[in-house]
């Protein structure tokens, strides 16, 4: 049976203010050709200046990935010419990476794996060629933005943990804070190798590339089609030549770029005008101390605290409600805390198409309506009401339930009156309390709650609602 074996290549530009090896503003997404120096276009006689920033940065993605450290680095020229690389050359790590042999631990379908990281290296971005009708024009923003590339080991061997690895990647390496890796912008770009061969064998098969996929989804896509197509050239008699094929997205197929007729001839040597760089233990354990919570830990505080799985995921996927519980779980109840930034909040934010930062919401403001919440005092129900006044005011919350008549009933002399009133007009779900039936309690529960036209304690009716049934 011929099974896939897929490795991963992943180029991550890094959110640094300035350029790795020049001072030009790190900002590519600004007008063209406005942020760009004599060291960005190769200009004789410039010398480039190592950006200390982009090392602290990729030490971060090499601890946080559990790799090796090289503790003496230096860096490579890798030649080649093509229109976007002004040098001629760009500079990269060949022999010393900053990271390597480390790895990521993804699950998929409940299975825990180690995918291997072969290594991560530091280097710069080209400049970005883009293609129209009257020729190719460039934009030299782009040129020197800092990259770190990622390279898995040929670990994975199906769809799922590809997306899996990569999602692993993307969340780390956003929490960490080094890049904003929105693949869909090409602040992370991917391409995959993928290979069959006889499962069980040690010998692999002839290794195809797929270039620049555009979404994380459609690496899964791609993985896909290729193997069917590998699988049925193979299981037809034919044979397959190492070649570089992109994904159309519009076709869900892959398409041929190139043959790859000889291996790339680079003609590396190191870097005459970067000196070594040697990584002290205090420098590497300063960054260490200095990490973040990532994805990993914060998971098992949300499972440890009986947070929901569904509510976990929404927050690991926004690290903005991620962050903001992080300030506020010492402060109320984080259950609570979750579930209301993850629910009505959450929906608040999206209708209105605005961040949680842009709310000018006091973390104070915020624990007393998880207290309300935490209490009864305000019902889910009320919550969708009070919430838009609430953020778009700057009134106490119990101010806004006065004004909103919410403010509950929890009179007991009051409330066992309402109680006693229900029970009397519903002899048929005593009975049905008496036979050991649940439906019974929340029937009657919904008529009080009814009753007092929803401002009832409900844990308080509840309480006496129970008391009194028992009494029959």
Same mark, same amino acid.
């Given at each position: 049976?011929?099974?896939?074996?897929?490795?991963?290549?992943?180029?991550?530009?890094?959110?640094?203010?300035?350029?790795?090896?020049?001072?030009?503003?790190?900002?590519?997404?600004?007008?063209?050709?406005?942020?760009?120096?004599?060291?960005?276009?190769?200009?004789?006689?410039?010398? #480039? %200046?190592?950006?200390?920033?982009?090392?602290?940065?990729?030490?971060?993605?090499?601890?946080?990935? *559990?790799?090796?450290?090289?503790?003496?680095?230096?860096?490579?020229?890798?030649?080649?010419?093509?229109?976007?690389?002004?040098?001629?050359?760009?500079?990269?790590?060949?022999?010393?990476?900053?990271?390597? !042999?480390?790895?990521?631990? &993804?699950? $998929?379908?409940?299975?825990?794996?180690?995918?291997?990281?072969?290594? &991560?290296?530091?280097?710069?971005?080209?400049?970005?060629?883009?293609?129209?009708?009257?020729?190719?024009?460039?934009?030299?923003?782009?040129?020197?933005?800092?990259?770190?590339? $990622?390279?898995?080991?040929? !670990?994975?061997?199906?769809?799922?943990?590809?997306?899996?690895?990569?999602?692993?990647?993307?969340?780390?390496?956003?929490?960490?804070?080094?890049?904003?890796?929105?693949?869909?912008?090409?602040?992370?770009?991917?391409?995959?190798?993928?290979?069959?061969?006889? =499962?069980?064998? !040690?010998?692999?098969?002839?290794?195809?590339?797929?270039?620049?996929?555009?979404?994380?989804?459609?690496?899964?896509?791609?993985?896909?089609?290729?193997?069917?197509?590998?699988?049925?050239?193979?299981?037809?008699?034919?044979?397959?030549?190492? =070649?570089?094929?992109?994904?159309?997205?519009?076709?869900?197929?892959?398409?041929?770029?190139?043959?790859?007729?000889?291996?790339? !001839?680079?003609?590396?040597? #190191?870097?005459?005008?970067?000196?070594?760089?040697?990584?002290?233990?205090?420098?590497?354990?300063?960054?260490?101390?200095?990490?973040? $919570?990532? #994805?990993?830990?914060?998971?098992?505080?949300?499972?440890?605290?009986?947070?929901?799985?569904?509510?976990?995921?929404?927050?690991?996927?926004?690290?903005?409600?991620?962050?903001?519980?992080?300030?506020? %779980?010492?402060?109320?109840?984080?259950? $609570?805390?979750?579930?209301?930034?993850?629910?009505?909040?959450?929906?608040?934010?999206?209708?209105?198409?605005?961040?949680?930062? +842009?709310? *000018?919401? +006091?973390?104070?403001?915020?624990? %007393?309506?998880?207290?309300?919440?935490?209490?009864?005092?305000?019902? +889910?129900?009320?919550?969708?009401?009070?919430?838009?006044?609430?953020?778009?005011?700057?009134?106490?919350?119990? =101010?806004?339930?006065?004004?909103?008549?919410?403010?509950? &009933?929890?009179?007991?002399?009051?409330?066992?009156?309402?109680?006693?009133?229900?029970?009397?007009?519903?002899?048929?779900?005593?009975?049905?309390?008496?036979?050991?039936?649940?439906?019974?309690?929340?029937?009657?529960?919904?008529?009080?709650?009814?009753?007092?036209?929803?401002?009832?304690?409900?844990?308080?009716?509840?309480?006496?609602?129970?008391?009194?049934?028992?009494?029959?």
């Amino acid at each position: 049976m011929l099974v896939p074996t897929i490795g991963i290549e992943v180029h991550v530009e890094l959110k640094s203010k300035s350029k790795v090896y020049s001072t030009s503003k790190n900002a590519f997404s600004n007008e063209p050709n406005t942020f760009v120096n004599e060291i960005d276009l190769g200009y004789p006689g410039t010398l #480039p %200046k190592l950006n200390k920033e982009v090392i602290n940065m990729a030490l971060k993605a090499s601890i946080a990935c *559990h790799c090796h450290i090289n503790k003496r680095m230096h860096w490579d020229r890798k030649n080649y010419f093509y229109p976007d690389l002004p040098k001629g050359y760009q500079i990269t790590q060949q022999d010393t990476p900053i990271g390597y !042999d480390g790895y990521l631990e &993804i699950n $998929v379908d409940g299975q825990k794996k180690k995918i291997g990281m072969e290594r &991560i290296h530091i280097e710069e971005d080209t400049c970005k060629s883009i293609h129209g009708l009257s020729g190719t024009m460039l934009n030299f923003n782009r040129a020197g933005v800092p990259l770190i590339e $990622v390279v898995s080991k040929p !670990d994975m061997k199906s769809d799922k943990e590809a997306v899996a690895y990569l999602e692993t990647l993307r969340e780390t390496l956003l929490y960490l804070g080094i890049s904003d890796v929105k693949i869909e912008e090409g602040s992370m770009r991917c391409d995959c190798n993928i290979s069959l061969s006889e =499962e069980g064998s !040690d010998k692999l098969g002839t290794k195809i590339e797929i270039k620049n996929i555009g979404s994380i989804s459609n690496v899964g896509l791609a993985i896909l089609y290729e193997t069917k197509r590998q699988r049925e050239i193979l299981e037809n008699g034919g044979t397959l030549k190492e =070649e570089t094929r992109r994904f159309d997205d519009h076709t869900g197929t892959t398409i041929l770029m190139r043959v790859k007729e000889t291996g790339n !001839d680079y003609r590396y040597f #190191p870097e005459p005008d970067i000196p070594y760089v040697e990584l002290s233990d205090e420098w590497i354990q300063d960054v260490e101390n200095n990490m973040p $919570v990532l #994805p990993t830990e914060l998971r098992n505080y949300y499972r440890e605290v009986g947070i929901n799985e569904n509510a976990i995921q929404t927050l690991i996927s926004n690290i903005e409600l991620s962050k903001y519980l992080e300030e506020v %779980k010492k402060l109320c109840n984080p259950v $609570v805390a979750a579930n209301f930034l993850t629910g009505d909040l959450l929906s608040y934010l999206n209708k209105k198409e605005c961040s949680l930062e +842009s709310l *000018h919401m +006091s973390k104070e403001g915020f624990c %007393k309506v998880v207290s309300l919440l935490e209490e009864k005092k305000l019902s +889910s129900k009320q919550l969708k009401d009070f919430l838009p006044v609430f953020l778009e005011s700057k009134k106490e919350p119990e =101010e806004i339930m006065k004004e909103l008549g919410m403010v509950q &009933i929890t009179d007991e002399n009051a409330l066992l009156s309402m109680v006693k009133e229900v029970i009397e007009k519903n002899p048929n779900s005593v009975e049905d309390f008496k036979n050991g039936l649940d439906r019974a309690v929340k029937y009657l529960m919904g008529q009080i709650m009814k009753e007092s036209k929803g401002k009832a304690n409900p844990q308080l009716v509840m309480e006496l609602l129970v008391q009194e049934l028992k009494k029959y």
